[in-house]
């Protein structure tokens, strides 16, 4: 079965240098580029190596020949960034390299480790049952992106870091208008100064209190800041990303999930009688078929390296693209099928290497207990819109439905 909407990689801001106009590409336009690194323009006018086979971006992403500072000269940027706010990485370890990026990295990885997380899971369970029961209560029909997707991962994300929920339409707004590749440059700046602020005013808080809390934040600034192994300006820039990854991602694949099985009885009915290993499964598909983050990972080559039989130089940019890896023949026979019974173990929707997604855990977590809460509290859930005409964020680093009209 093809998706309209699950199964396009989406429209692409890529194209192939010295096209004009400038316009974005689909899957099948990346397929059909000069072999599985190729060369591409970027719609800032710059350029980048697009390396878009299995085996290449594992080797791209696993290299310490590629960096992840975007503050370097040539790095591809997919949109203007003012000075500021490519300056202002500050706890950002995502764009950060070697020892500087593991330290902080290091403080958080605890905090995520699966045994930590099975703890939570009784919270999340319990989110999953009470949106349900909102949802119950309003009646149908409903808007499953505002009413349960989006509001799930927030008040989980929330309750770890220790930001209050009722600031939840603040944080979502910035979060957005910082991964819309077509926003303004200066309202990206603006979003990203408003949220360093608010999150500055709410540690500054937790330090003057004395005990600061048992939330991620209090412990620590208690066993990291107070002891001076920390900054608050890093803390800050870690709650940041924390922040909006910790809602957008797992939201949108939410989203997206629930609009590809609604389409796919059978499989929705599994979700809804499996055990915990058919709902893992699922859930590994969904993250592989969907790979929701893909404009890819920009990278620049800090000394010559050789990737899928190119030469790259050093002070060339390259992005992995991790949408099209995932769904490679040569590792994922039919890639382009969803396949429920298929081990998708190896898919590469989180990252690979040194900079792969820390709180996969959690989205796991999350994803799971999620989907498979819907499936068996609502079987009756159906589609209340036509799926080829639901508006999507096609500008967003990380894809997603805008909305999802449901009944019951």
Known sequence: ????????????PFRSPGDDPFTPVTAADLRSLDGPVSRVRLPTGGWTWLVTRHADVKKMLRSDAFSADMTRPGFPLLRAVPPQVTRNRQGGFIRMDGSEHLRLRRMLTAEFMIK???????????VVDDAIDALGQAGPPADLVAGFALPVPSLVICHLLGVPY??????????????????????ARDAAAGLRTYLGTLIEAKRAAGDPGDDLLGRLISERVRP??????????????????????????????VL????????????????????????????????????????????D??????????????TALL?????????????????????AHQHLAFGFGVHQCIGQPLARAELRIALAGLARRLPGLSLAADPTRLPTRDMSIVYGLAELPVTW
């Open 166 to 187: 009722a600031d939840h339409a603040f944080f979502q707004q910035r979060s957005a208008i910082l991964l819309d590749q077509g926003a303004d440059p200066l309202l």
């Open 323 to 343: 949408s099209l890896a995932n769904r490679d023949d040569d590792v994922f026979g039919d890639g382009d099928a969803f396949d429920p019974y298929r081990q």
């Open 228 to 257: 001076g192994e920390l900054e608050v300006g890093e803390l800050i820039g870690m709650a940041l990303l924390l922040l909006i990854a910790g809602h957008e991602t797992t939201a949108n694949m939410i989203g997206l999930g």
């Open 116 to 126: 930590n997380i099975r703890r939570i899971e009784p919270l999340i369970a319990g």
């Open 305 to 318: 390296v050789e990737i899928g039989g190119r030469l790259i130089r050093a002070g060339e940019p390259a």
């Open 1 to 12: 079965m093809a998706d309209v909407l699950t199964d396009r990689l989406p429209l692409f």
């Open 260 to 303: 590809l099985l609604l389409q796919r009885p059978q499989v929705w009915q599994r979700l809804r009688t499996g055990d915990d290993e058919t709902v893992d499964g699922i859930v590994e598909e969904l993250l592989r078929y969907l790979t929701i983050v893909r404009t890819g990972l920009p990278r620049l080559a800090v000394r």
